[in-house]
Nanobody, 128 residues
């Protein structure tokens, strides 16, 4: 497993932006897809976005599409989530995750199963 550390969360007003950063250590970064999930109070953790190990394909939840952008820098073992036009319903703890990019990843990237490493989470609060 890798050790993942998120940063960049905070308090922002509606319509504002934040960029989350996740830095991985403990194993090679290449060949591992990365993703972001979030968990709001009283709700289950849900998929937000994922990116293939080479960065060529990105996936988004319906709520993130058009507002969030995932990217990665393999030279820095880092993945980013740029969040624009934030809404109160985006308030949650955001978790970075990664897992080996097998053929199953493309079918199951919205689920937690393909991922074997998780960060501690960073709080994002959007005030209205």
């Amino acid at each position: 497993q890798a050790t993942l550390a998120e940063s960049g969360g905070g308090l922002v007003q509606v319509g504002g932006a934040l960029r989350l950063t996740c830095t991985a250590s403990g194993r090679g970064f290449s060949r591992y897809a990365s993703g972001w999930f979030r968990q709001a109070p009283g709700k289950e953790r849900e998929f937000v976005s994922a990116i293939t190990w080479n960065g060529l394909r990105q996936f988004y939840s319906d709520s993130a599409k058009g507002r969030f952008t995932i990217s990665r820098d393999n030279a820095k073992n880092t993945v980013y989530l740029q969040m624009n036009n934030l809404k109160p319903e985006d308030t949650a703890v955001y978790y970075c995750t990664e897992g080996l990019e097998t053929s199953d990843f493309y079918a199951y990237y919205r689920r937690e199963g393909p991922y074997d490493s998780w960060g501690q989470g960073t709080q994002v609060t959007v005030s209205s």
